[in-house]
C-alpha cells in the first residue's frame, strides 16, 4: 500500500510505502488539483518504486487505487484526453443517487469551465496536474517506470482512474507494454509539447 498524499500522518507501518507529495491535493473548481512541481514529482516517485520492485526480481506490478473524488477526476480527465462529452464520461462513483449525479456534473463542469477560460489545453501532463490525483500521478509514473524495467502490468479497475492512465499514455490493461510502447507512445509525442518530450526521454521512452 502506498501512501500518495493521503491528508493524515500515519506514521510506521508494515507493508505501508511512505510516498507522500503533499496532504491532500488543491480544490480543482478553484485552482489547478497540482502545482507542475508536485504532478512530476508523483510521476518520479511512481516510477521510483516500479523500479525498485524490478530491481528486487518483480516483473509483474500490480495497479489499483483508492481516492476520495477519483471517479470524478477520472471523469475529467477522461474528458480532456479523448474528447468524449464530459456527461457521458461521469457515473455514480460509490453510488450517488439522482440529485448527487445531477450535482456531479454541475461541479465537474463548473471545474471544467475555470480550466478553460484560464486557457487551459488537453496536453496531458496539464490536464494530469489540473485534475489529477497523486495517486493517478502516481500510477501514471509507476507504469512509466514499469515499462522502462520491461515488466508487465496488471491493473484492477477500482473506478475509472486506472482507465484514464490508458488514455494518457496508451497502455493496455494486461500485457507486455515494452512492446506495445513505442507506436503507442508515437501519437503522443507527436504532438507532445518539449516539456513532455523532455519528460518522457528520461524514462528511454521518447
Wanted: charged fraction near 15%; glycine fraction near 12%.
Amino acid at each position: 500500500i502506498i501512501d500518495a498524499g493521503v491528508a493524515h500522518d500515519f506514521g510506521k507501518r508494515n507493508g505501508l510505502i511512505h510516498a507522500k507529495v503533499a496532504p491532500g491535493t488543491a480544490n480543482y473548481i478553484e485552482e489547478a488539483a497540482m502545482t507542475a512541481a508536485q504532478c512530476a514529482q508523483a510521476i518520479e516517485r511512481g516510477a521510483e518504486i516500479s523500479r525498485n520492485l524490478s530491481a528486487n526480481g518483480c516483473n509483474v506490478v500490480g495497479f489499483g487505487e483508492m481516492g476520495i473524488g477519483n471517479t470524478a477526476a477520472a471523469s475529467l480527465l477522461t474528458h480532456c484526453l479523448t474528447g468524449t462529452p464530459l456527461a457521458a464520461c461521469i457515473g455514480r462513483g460509490t453510488g450517488l443517487d439522482d440529485a448527487g449525479l445531477a450535482r456531479k456534473q454541475v461541479l465537474l463542469e463548473q471545474a471544467l469551465k475555470r480550466y478553460r477560460n484560464a486557457g487551459g489545453n488537453d496536453a496531458p501532463l496539464n490536464v494530469l496536474a489540473e485534475f489529477g490525483g497523486f495517486e493517478i500521478a502516481m500510477m501514471v509514473g509507476a507504469m512509466l517506470g514499469a515499462a522502462e524495467a520491461a515488466c508487465r502490468v496488471a491493473i484492477i479497475p477500482a473506478s475509472r482512474s486506472s482507465t484514464s492512465i490508458h488514455q494518457l499514455y496508451g497502455f493496455p490493461i494486461v500485457m507486455k507494454i515494452q512492446l506495445a510502447l513505442p507506436g503507442l507512445l508515437a501519437a503522443l509525442l507527436a504532438t507532445a509539447s518539449a516539456q513532455e518530450t523532455s519528460f518522457l526521454e528520461k524514462f528511454s521512452l521518447a
